[in-house]
């Protein structure tokens, strides 16, 4: 299995690890440790690099299965046993990261408002999509929502991450704030991704450390997705410079 450093060390742009594992036919190899997210819940893969010696790799899809988290390289691979030295994209990560917390922002502020859970969501660096059921939603919503989400980031909450037992994550409900939980019955302990005083989830992404590294949002649309459900969709427009 790989050490996934990204699940407790968001912040680490970069880490060293051996080839334990090379698929020649798919073009990928598996790492003993990684700071590349594999994506999952919404959120992108990560991109970046590998090096071996003088020998550069570029990191071009991230996927994890029983095995551990596999690194898809463009052109040649590096040998099994080897040593590389891998490096993020920060830009995108961080980005990605902000957007993340801002998704999970949104679903707090559209709980305390309307206790609908999310039906759906996606996301790309800087922009992110929601989906909601809100049958009593308005044309007013939209202001007076965008005008709380950006409230609530300024508020700049902490974040903290947590792991539980799968026994113990189960007699939590609150931790689920889909429509259906996504939770594979295979996963054995659950992360738990804590905006304290907002909103808690169970969560396998990344996140910024608090809601002030978000910046400002805009709220671009909330369209509608058959009676009673709502797609909001916003874009990240300021940040702190942290990171």
């Not at 999952?40 to 991109?47: A, E, R, Y």
């Not at 490096?87 to 998704?103: F, K, N, P, S």
């Not at 039906?119 to 992110?128: A, S």
């Not at 804590?194 to 996140?207: K, Y």
């Amino acid at each position: 299995m790989t050490e996934r450093i990204y699940a407790t060390q968001a912040y680490e742009r970069s880490m060293t690890a051996n080839v334990i594992e090379v698929d020649d036919d798919q073009g990928k190899v598996l790492l003993d440790r990684t700071v590349f997210y594999p994506g999952g819940g919404g959120q992108p893969h990560d991109l970046g690099t590998l090096e071996a010696g003088e020998k550069r790799f570029d990191v071009v899809r991230v996927t994890q299965d029983a095995d551990g988290v596999w690194h898809w390289i463009d052109g040649p691979l590096p040998d099994r046993g080897a040593e590389v030295v891998g490096e993020l994209d920060w830009d995108r990560r961080y980005l990605l990261m902000r957007t993340h917390t801002a998704m999970h922002t949104l679903c707090g502020v559209i709980w305390e408002r309307f206790r609908s859970p999310v039906t759906g969501g996606n996301m790309t660096p800087g922009e992110g999509r929601l989906d909601f059921e809100i049958p009593q939603w308005t044309p007013e919503d939209r202001p007076e929502v965008e005008a709380e989400f950006n409230r609530q980031l300024s508020m700049d909450y902490p974040i903290e991450v947590s792991f539980l037992d799968r026994a113990d994550a189960d007699m939590d409900p609150s931790l689920i704030r889909t429509k259906v939980s996504l939770l594979p019955a295979s996963l054995s302990v659950v992360r738990v991704i804590d905006i304290v005083g907002l909103d808690r989830q169970a969560d396998g992404g990344t996140h910024v450390a608090s809601t002030g590294e978000v910046g400002t949002v805009r709220i671009t649309k909330a369209e509608s997705k058959g009676k009673g459900f709502r797609r909001i969709r916003f874009v990240l427009e300021g940040a702190a410079a942290r990171g």
